[in-house]
């Protein structure tokens, strides 16, 4: 082997050495969850595949770079100041509208259909985004569209996952109690299936369904909305479309930094 082969090996070998670290850092990293009050090295070997000797010196290193913090005896470790600044970075310079624009894009191609994300702001849902359908016949409300979150799919997707009380439901536009009490059992319904639907509710011969999606910490923030005439939305096309948004939904969820638990849709 020559000289130039030898170092271009060695620089070669240091170069995938390398990038194994960074993998194995970003595994301890990711391998924090929410509810964790700090990790034992011990509870960190479970849920990363690396020697004690490798995680300790991963650990050193990025507890000195401040992505990781530890204190006591034993040592706990959690994430330090270096990841809140990563996350401030990146919620400052994206918007919800950015993040689910791939999401929308394929509800829109599959199902040509106008699709739309809300958030919400308060007692109430806005329209954010919103893809029209190209269709001769079809409905759309428009970026900065405001409803009240107990109206129409895409309101009642996101109420259902802030699980209000029956008394509640006033604040969120129920207009009694027998309105409150049917909202309710809605709700209930909407939870079961992860998705709501709604017919000829707010405009007559329409047809809406939304799922909800989630940030990272796992509060319900908005919905993906589907819109279509009751004339072109069958029944089985609804369950399949809201399959399709429940989806996309978790997509765009995991890509808010959510990991899925218990209670919340699933689309498989």
Not at 89 to 95: P, R, Y
Request: aromatic share 6%; proline share 4%.
């Amino acid at each position: 082997m020559t000289d130039n082969n030898a170092a271009d090996k060695a620089e070669s070998d240091k170069s995938e050495g390398g990038v194994r670290a960074v993998q194995r850092a970003l595994d301890i990293l990711l391998a924090f969850k929410p509810a964790d009050d700090g990790l034992l090295v011990s509870e960190l070997l479970k849920r990363v595949d690396l020697s004690r000797p490798t995680l300790y010196r991963l650990l050193d290193t990025l507890d000195a770079k401040g992505f990781l913090v530890s204190e006591g005896e034993p040592q706990r470790f959690r994430l330090g100041p270096a990841v809140a600044q990563l996350a401030h970075a990146w919620s400052s310079g994206t918007s919800y509208e950015t993040v689910a624009h791939p999401m929308m894009r394929r509800l829109w191609e599959s199902t040509r259909e106008t699709v739309s994300l809300h958030v919400q702001e308060g007692t109430h849902r806005v329209c954010v985004a919103e893809l029209p359908s190209t269709q001769p016949l079809s409905f759309r409300r428009g970026v900065g569209y405001r409803e009240m979150l107990v109206r129409g799919a895409s309101g009642r997707s996101i109420l259902a996952w802030l699980d209000p009380k029956a008394a509640d439901l006033s604040t969120y536009g129920a207009q009694n109690a027998a309105d409150a009490k049917r909202v309710m059992q809605q709700l209930g319904q909407i939870r079961q299936q992860g998705y709501a639907m709604s017919r000829d509710e707010l405009i007559q011969g329409a047809v809406a369904i939304a799922a909800p999606f989630f940030e990272s910490s796992g509060r319900v923030v908005g919905s993906l909305g589907l819109f279509g005439p009751s004339a072109r939305l069958s029944e089985e096309l609804v369950q399949r479309y809201g399959a399709m948004l429940m989806h996309e939904a978790q997509q765009l969820s995991a890509a808010l930094g959510f990991k899925a638990a218990a209670g919340v849709p699933n689309a498989n």
